[in-house]
């Protein structure tokens, strides 16, 4: 914490995310296990990348509902599949697909 605001790194551990998204810490660690808050184990630890929880907040705030979601997760994945993709890049191409329909 600086100057009494919180500074989040780009990668978080469950509590930090909770912390981030203004949830109970057990809430998030069931959602991301539930696959519907993006998340990266590591090991036995579940880490979230602070980019993909923004974006998972805009998805939510669409009124997406969980299986749109996955949907276009799904084809975020093959789209990028071969295509030497940076992350940037496959986010960039389902925000134009997300629009496009």
Partial sequence: MRGGITVY???MTVEEAAQY???NP???YRRAEA???PAIRIGRSLRFKRDLLDEWLRL???HWDAQHQQALYRW???FSKG????EPDVLKAIRRRRYAT
């Fill in 9 to 11: 790194s780009e990668v």
């Fill in 21 to 23: 998204l203004r949830m």
């Fill in 26 to 28: 057990q809430t998030v």
């Fill in 35 to 37: 696959g519907e808050l």
């Fill in 60 to 62: 939510m705030a669409m």
């Fill in 76 to 78: 975020g994945d093959r």
């Fill in 83 to 86: 295509r030497r993709l940076r």
